[in-house]
């Protein structure tokens, strides 16, 4: 366990940026559980990313105006195709569930990009990585426990945001050896915009001032969120961050329970809790194996 006077000052802000985070994405996921189902899940989500389009607009247009190779452009919109069906998926499941079920199931993320992994990209899993993540899905059944309670459609739309959201992650770690982290993100915000606004045109119905707020509200704590955890993997390694994620589901059971009167599920708690105990000891076990690759070449500079 890591003492207090052990954490490095830079440790200490990756801690703190990541709590901010934290809170930042409760922040999402309260607005949009308290929308409901008021209005349908595809334009929530439209309305949500053309707020969130706004802040990008400064890194969007250089970008645009320099234009992309034929790759590049079928990459980003293969990722905003995939996005489009995690968010409408996302939000419908954020409507009909509780807000702790959705963050716990949402812990498999990571799990889907390390399968996702292995299977298109041919990196290998230890048995090691294997075993971690046979635990982190035994935590998922945990917090679903099929067969002991009926599934509901938003448990099932979430496992399958989980499994979209997945794949969207590893076209974006291929679109980051192309293109600057900052322009990903900008360049996701508008293929997901395009591809949701023929969808959300489908099944439109007028929001209200006070709904196109609360959305508003949504893209502000979405940004801020994105910011902030970007800002934590700067300052501190994913072995110290990672572990800060689980306070999520801690802050999720508490707005489910204080504003929505959900009651809290220690069975999900405890899920969750594997899950993330999981995912960071697979980040713990890489940050190691990256060291020891970096060792011994530090080892025959001195030598030499």
Same mark, same amino acid.
């Given at each position: 366990? *890591?003492?207090?006077?052990?954490?490095?000052? %830079?440790? #200490?802000?990756?801690?703190?940026?990541? #709590?901010?985070?934290?809170? /930042?994405?409760?922040?999402?996921?309260?607005?949009? +559980?308290?929308?409901?189902?008021?209005?349908?899940?595809?334009?929530?989500?439209?309305?949500?990313?053309?707020?969130?389009?706004?802040?990008?607009?400064?890194?969007?247009?250089?970008?645009?105006?320099?234009?992309?190779?034929?790759?590049?452009?079928?990459?980003?919109? #293969? +990722?905003?195709?995939?996005?489009?069906?995690?968010?409408?998926?996302?939000?419908?499941?954020?409507?009909?569930?509780?807000?702790?079920?959705?963050?716990?199931?949402?812990?498999?993320?990571?799990?889907?990009?390390?399968?996702?992994?292995?299977?298109? &990209? !041919?990196?290998?899993?230890?048995? =090691?990585? !294997?075993?971690?993540?046979?635990?982190?899905?035994?935590?998922?059944?945990?917090?679903? =426990?099929?067969?002991?309670?009926?599934?509901?459609? !938003?448990?099932?739309?979430?496992?399958?945001?989980?499994?979209?959201? !997945? %794949?969207?992650?590893?076209?974006?770690?291929?679109? %980051?050896? #192309?293109?600057?982290?900052?322009?990903?993100?900008? &360049?996701?915000?508008?293929?997901? /915009?395009?591809?949701?606004?023929?969808?959300?045109?489908?099944?439109?119905?007028?929001?209200?001032?006070?709904?196109?707020?609360?959305?508003?509200?949504?893209?502000?704590?979405?940004?801020?969120?994105?910011?902030?955890?970007?800002?934590?993997?700067?300052?501190?390694?994913?072995?110290?961050?990672?572990?800060?994620?689980?306070?999520?589901?801690?802050?999720? %059971?508490?707005?489910?329970?204080?504003?929505?009167?959900?009651?809290?599920?220690?069975?999900?708690?405890?899920?969750?809790?594997?899950?993330?105990?999981? *995912?960071?000891y697979i980040t713990w076990r890489e940050a190691r194996l990256r060291q020891r690759a970096i060792t011994p070449l530090a080892g025959a500079t001195r030598e030499s």
């Amino acid at each position: 366990m *890591i003492r207090l006077s052990q954490v490095t000052r %830079s440790e #200490l802000s990756g801690i703190l940026w990541m #709590l901010t985070a934290g809170l /930042c994405f409760v922040g999402v996921n309260g607005t949009v +559980r308290w929308l409901g189902q008021d209005l349908p899940a595809a334009e929530n989500a439209f309305i949500r990313f053309a707020f969130g389009l706004l802040f990008l607009i400064p890194v969007l247009w250089p970008a645009l105006r320099q234009g992309f190779a034929p790759r590049v452009w079928a990459l980003f919109t #293969l +990722r905003g195709a995939l996005h489009v069906v995690a968010v409408i998926l996302w939000f419908y499941a954020m409507a009909r569930i509780p807000v702790a079920e959705v963050t716990a199931i949402g812990f498999l993320n990571p799990i889907m990009v390390t399968l996702g992994a292995a299977l298109l &990209m !041919g990196e290998r899993i230890s048995w =090691r990585r !294997g075993l971690a993540i046979g635990v982190a899905l035994a935590g998922a059944m945990i917090v679903l =426990r099929p067969g002991f309670r009926a599934l509901e459609s !938003g448990h099932f739309a979430q496992l399958g945001a989980a499994l979209t959201f !997945g %794949s969207s992650y590893l076209v974006a770690k291929r679109l %980051s050896e #192309l293109v600057p982290a900052t322009v990903v993100v900008a &360049m996701m915000s508008l293929t997901v /915009c395009v591809g949701l606004a023929p969808i959300a045109a489908l099944v439109w119905i007028q929001p209200t001032l006070v709904q196109y707020a609360v959305l508003a509200c949504t893209a502000v704590f979405a940004t801020a969120g994105h910011y902030a955890m970007t800002r934590a993997f700067v300052a501190a390694p994913l072995t110290v961050t990672q572990p800060i994620t689980f306070l999520q589901l801690i802050w999720a %059971s508490l707005l489910g329970a204080l504003a929505f009167g959900e009651p809290v599920e220690i069975w999900v708690l405890l899920g969750g809790a594997i899950m993330i105990g999981a *995912i960071s000891y697979i980040t713990w076990r890489e940050a190691r194996l990256r060291q020891r690759a970096i060792t011994p070449l530090a080892g025959a500079t001195r030598e030499s």
